[in-house]
């Protein structure tokens, strides 16, 4: 079936590190592609979202790239803040029942130190 | 600007007890909405998707089930609770035809 998933379950980071979060998905046909973060006990919230038809898209201090070749998406955070410790979702399109509909990795949870 | 609504915001409920959960967007008309289960320390599991008012499509057999009484309401009930219904429960929106679904604050359901 279709799966999106993530290479690391936690990513340990100092304050001011650049964090760096990949995900890799299985369906080539998927073309949209979302990153969210979900802090405890709140809903996810959409951070920076791409296109297959480009390979980078920048935010303010987030970056998402993609490499359609290996399927492979990453975020990177630049300048990490204590504010940024989260869980990280990607997510990617799938066409079921004649509609697009996203599907989730398991999530990177992503601790900043002092 | 568009706002979304979850309530309750926690919820324990006895098992075989109803359940009813309510979600409600505003500043759109017409979304699509989505209701996602979440098991702790898991992914969104997508339950429900409905793209207009009555019409429900249903991704996961099980013992849920949900309505769109109104344009910008969605509803997620039971009839009976099971202790594997516990979880977070999520609803999201997106415009008809979008990809980006935007989450509400979730509701926190335990069945004891």
């Known amino acids: 079936g279709e799966s999106v998933g993530l290479h690391l379950p936690t990513l340990s980071v100092q304050e001011g590190d650049n964090s760096i979060i990949n995900c890799a998905y299985s369906?080539?046909?998927?073309?949209?592609f979302i990153w969210y973060k979900q802090e405890s006990g709140k809903g996810p919230q959409f951070i920076i979202d791409?296109?297959?038809?480009?390979d980078k898209r920048q935010g303010q201090r987030v970056t998402v790239l993609l490499n359609k070749t290996v399927k492979h998406l990453s975020l990177q955070i630049a300048a990490t803040q204590p504010g940024d410790s989260a869980v990280y979702f990607c997510?990617?399109?799938?066409?079921?029942?004649?509609?697009?509909?996203?599907?989730f990795g398991a999530g990177t949870r992503l601790a900043v130190h002092p | 600007s568009q706002t979304i609504h979850q309530w309750p915001a926690t919820l324990v409920q006895p098992v075989g007890s109803p359940l009813s959960l309510e979600c409600t967007v505003e500043?759109?008309?017409?979304?699509?909405l989505y209701w996602y289960r979440q098991a702790a320390g898991r992914g969104l599991q997508l339950l429900f998707y409905?793209?207009?008012?009555?019409?429900i499509s249903s991704e996961v057999p099980q013992n849920l089930s949900a309505s769109r009484p109104q344009d910008r309401q969605f509803i997620l009930s039971s009839k009976k609770l099971l202790l594997s219904d516990s979880g977070f429960y999520l609803c999201?929106?997106?415009?008809?035809?979008?990809?980006?679904?935007?989450f509400g604050p979730g509701t926190r359901l335990t069945v004891l």
């Open positions: 999201a929106w997106s415009v008809q035809g979008g990809d980006t679904q935007y």
């Open positions: 369906n080539s046909a998927s073309d949209y």
């Open positions: 791409i296109r297959s038809n480009m």
């Open positions: 997510a990617g399109t799938y066409l079921s029942g004649g509609y697009n509909k996203l599907i």
């Open positions: 500043g759109t008309s017409n979304p699509n």
């Open positions: 409905s793209v207009g008012i009555g019409q």
